[in-house]
């Protein structure tokens, strides 16, 4: 892992007998700081750092002119999605200088529930050395799901077709990335003796864990629900860690959507009432706005926008675990195509299902003070004014812009994730934080603005009934409509304040996000 980590333990200390063990109680007896035989989370972060293995945010300002550190990791395309997920470090540390690596402050969680059998909060030494032993048993099981050709090497070869098999498509010189980053020899190449070193104080056990990071999730919540679901490890699913990680997305989301909802209601009123005789912007939508309702009007809708998020996550995910097993190969591996083709019909199907909420939202947002006195009024109401059809207006467009959203994010992510993995990885294959949230950002954002006419249309149709003198249109009549009275430009109407909201909700979302990770003790 670190040539000084190897100086306290050295090769022969994960091979087993009696100078492994004493290996093995030399690096416990520099860890043991007060002596007592026992050895806690400080004294591990403690004694660590004191061998000069900086820790936590120390590793930030590690190395020449501060520059902040890469992970070494794995490059994956997207599979899924709130989520950032994109935002996920499960696997290997940042590396700060040749040979320097930090242990992220989750690792020594997972390290302790997997070490500390008798549950006491404390490491006595067979438990630690149980640990490195149990632990380099499946770091060897990894290995060998790698070394394809059973050579004691892993090329890049063996990277991408190991990798294929999950579904999972990468280039050679991406593959070359990833050794590039454990390769200690400078071979190109991984023997057993790299890998051991590099993955002996981090909980990542098996390919799955390892290959996580650079995956594109929802934790990013912008407000548009359209994405391809997020993917989860079998060990997350036995450990119950999924349903944490949805309820922290859930959670980021109704905060983002929360704190951007004013502009929301402002896209929403000037997509219904912009229009060429009607030229309402940014400056008179809220002026009209405050001016209609005062300051809570600037949330109105907000309630069922935020109540919608718990439901269509919990359906959507369902739905996309039993597509991927209908579409599954006769090999059992998934492709990409497949995964991409569950995700949409996940999506379809959540939005099938909460699709009632989505107009009450509009109708709500568009609404006048006093017309209605809260969510379940306004479907009381719609429902004795219009029947039961009115709660799918607009729904053949909404599903149709599904594919466009979920589709350009997608592509324009790995786009941009294949730009950065050739022009500027230089020792590592981990992009960092920024570099993440910035990709989701723009995928999302162009995501957007493809499938925008089609989000204009369908919430002008499900609004039309209560704007009145408007006509009552289908999908084809409002598109040629608004064509021949506005222009292509009027199937944009609001995309100004959609556009303006999307860095706010990344930037909630995310540290709400990483806030709820911690107090759910997610790793």
Known sequence: ML???????????????????????SLFKKLDLNEDGRVDIAELQTGLRAMGIPLGKEAEEVGAGGARPAAAAVFVPRHGSGGAHGVCSVAVGPRTAPGLWVLRGSAWTKIFKAGDTNQDGQLD????????????????????????????????????????ILGINISEKQAEKILQS????????????EWRDHFMFNPATDIEEIIRYWKHSTVLDIGDSLTV????????????????QLLAGGVAGAVSRTGTAPLDRLKVMMQVHGSKSNKMNIASGFKQM??????????RGNGVNVVKIAPETAIKFWAYEQYKKILTKDDGNLGTVERFVSGSLAGATAQTSIYPMEVLKTRLAVGKTGQYSGMFDCAKKILKREGLKAFYKGYIPNILGIIPYAGIDLAVYELLKTTWLEHYASSSANPGVFVLLGCGTVSSTCGQLASYPLALVRTRMQAQASVEGAPQLNMVGLFQRIIATEGIQGLYRGIAPNFMKVLPAVSISYVVYEKMKQNLGIA
């Open 125 to 164: 030494f067979e438990e630690f050395m149980q640990y490195l032993k149990d632990h380099e048993k499946k770091m060897k099981l990894a290995f060998k799901s790698l070394d394809k050709n059973n050579d004691g090497k892993i090329e890049a070869s063996e990277v991408v077709q190991s990798l294929k």
């Open 290 to 299: 405050l001016k209609e309702g005062g300051v809570r009007s600037l949330w």
């Open 3 to 25: 040539q000084l980590l190897l100086r306290a333990l050295p090769a022969a200390a994960c091979d087993g007998g009696r100078e492994g063990e004493s290996r093995y109680a």
């Open 229 to 244: 679901p997020d993917e989860f490890t079998e060990e997350e699913k036995k450990t119950g860690q999924w349903w944490k």
């Open 182 to 193: 454990i390769d200690a020899d400078g071979t190109m190449s991984v023997d057993w003796n």
